[in-house]
């Protein structure tokens, strides 16, 4: 019997996460008993029916004393998905740190004071980030490059990696950190996130509306779905932590593509009148964040490990699409 802990549930990975969760009612070969769901708003999931207790809290992350209350119920496995994304890191200098940085170590610590009064020892999934690399980058970036952030999410990312691999060390709890690729397409309304464009210049197309494009089509990066990232975060829980000796930390599979390779996909899927949708009007705001982010990597580790990418970024639109067709 397993129970699990989302933070940050109400977001687009974070229920996505919880729905399948939700359908396949198992993890780490054991059955899924209960399913905590933590944001700052409520979060609407269909019934779970009586097989599978689900609790939802709302809350400030940001406040110390509510760690302490998450890890009260002490849950076997705790997904930490909560954060302030990238662009909005950057113009709010001092929540970045609060959200990104500061709440992460209340839960941490949090967990610490847990193990030290009863010896508990959950795994504990952190989400990281590409922006943990800075320029100047190779074209493509191994497992042993150096975190070298050039901006304060990248920044905040790159802390909470060193203090999970510090607290796994010390035996507090059992955690491992996922770089997750660019997510895209994301569904819904954009995000104040830096790379937002790259969904939305496919996400609004496909439903008829037009799609603003703040970069140049030779803008290279590293895409994920978000069928492929949930299976990251699920596999993340499951995979022995043995196996990843002192490097707690992986970043993930995914899919290298241009801006003029994602359109490409959209024409096939959809057909030029998706593509004619899409304005270019450049923001060097963006672009000057975007220029600063790898392009594609070599995750062998991670593969060796049994975390799976999509096999395309046409597999991306597609699966897009299967599950948010138009009408």
């Known amino acids: 019997m397993v129970h699990c802990l989302i ?28 399913l905590t769901l933590f944001d700052q708003v409520s979060v609407r999931l269909p019934k779970a029916g ?17 760690a302490s209350g998450l890890v009260a119920s002490r849950p076997d496995v705790i997904f930490c998905l909560a954060a302030v994304v990238s662009g909005e890191a950057e ?15 209340h839960l941490f610590e949090a967990i610490r004071k847990a193990h030290e009064e009863d ?63 660019t997510i895209c397409i994301r569904p819904g309304a954009p995000n104040a996130a830096a790379s937002s ?15 603003t494009l703040p970069v140049g089509l030779s803008v290279r990066h590293w895409f994920a779905s978000p069928r492929a990232a949930v299976g990251f975060m699920i596999h993340a829980a499951e995979v022995n932590s043995a196996a990843l000796e002192e490097r707690r930390n992986l970043t993930m599979p995914g899919v290298s593509a ?17 593509v004619k949708l899409i304005r270019h009007e450049p923001d060097p705001a963006i672009e000057a964040i975007i220029t600063t982010w790898p392009k594609a990597f070599d ?3 991670a593969l060796q490990l049994g975390f799976r990418p999509d096999a395309s970024f046409r597999k ?4 897009y699409l299967e599950e948010h067709a138009p009408g």
Not at 7 to 31: P, Y
Not at 91 to 105: I, S
Not at 316 to 319: H, L, Q, R, T, W
């Open 91 to 105: 113009r709010d200098f001092d929540k970045g740190y609060r959200v990104n940085l500061d709440a992460t170590r």
């Open 258 to 274: 241009t801006v003029a390779e994602e359109i490409e996909a959209l024409r096939r899927v959809a057909g030029e009148d998706a």
């Open 7 to 34: 933070i940050g549930a109400a977001g687009m990975l974070g229920s996505t996460l919880a729905r399948q969760l939700l359908a396949q009612r198992r993890i780490s070969g054991k059955e899924l008993s209960r």
């Open 119 to 181: 010896g508990y020892c959950p795994r504990v999934v952190f989400t990281s980030s590409l922006a943990v690399f800075g320029s100047p980058l190779p074209d493509i970036i191994d497992d042993d490059y150096a975190l070298t952030p050039r901006s304060s999410y990248g920044t905040q990312k790159a802390i909470c990696e060193l203090l999970l691999a510090d607290y796994s060390r010390k035996g507090f709890f059992d955690g491992i950190g996922i770089r997750l690729p």
């Open 316 to 319: 991306i639109v597609e699966a």
């Open 299 to 301: 995750a062998q580790r």
């Open 197 to 211: 464009f790259f969904s939305a210049i496919l996400r609004e197309p496909l439903a008829g509306l037009p799609a």
């Open 50 to 66: 009586a097989a599978v207790r689900v609790d939802r809290e709302t809350g400030n992350f940001e406040a110390p004393q509510t």
